[in-house]
């Protein structure tokens, strides 16, 4: 029964949070209509952040395949533990990655 139940739990609240956040993106929308505010603004906003998102999270899944790399490397040469040395791999490049984003992030913002 826990092979069946576990699943659906899953993609219900999967569902839910899509639900809920579509809902909500569609009050805030309906609002700034009805205050006489243009959506348009808003969109072109949205873009901007969506691109960013993109380019974060491509940054940050390079930095954690750096890190899984670095841990093979590490576990290979027996450096440190095997569960310590990916671990530790994949949180140092993967939190190094989003740093580089937010950088670059600034540095394209100031220009």
Do not use: C, W
């Amino acid at each position: 029964m826990e092979e069946i139940l576990i699943p659906l739990i899953i993609f219900g609240a999967i569902f839910g949070i899509v639900y809920v956040l579509t809902s909500a993106r569609h009050k805030e929308k309906m609002a700034m209509i009805e205050r006489g505010a243009d959506p348009e603004l808003f969109r072109s906003k949205q873009l901007k952040f969506s691109q960013y998102n993109i380019f974060k999270y491509g940054l940050f899944l390079i930095g954690v395949a750096i890190g899984i790399i670095m841990g093979g490397i590490m576990q290979e040469y027996h450096v440190i533990d095997e569960v310590a040395g990916y671990f530790s791999s994949i949180l140092f490049f993967g939190g190094l990655a989003l740093v580089v984003a937010f950088l670059l992030r600034n540095k394209l913002d100031k220009e």
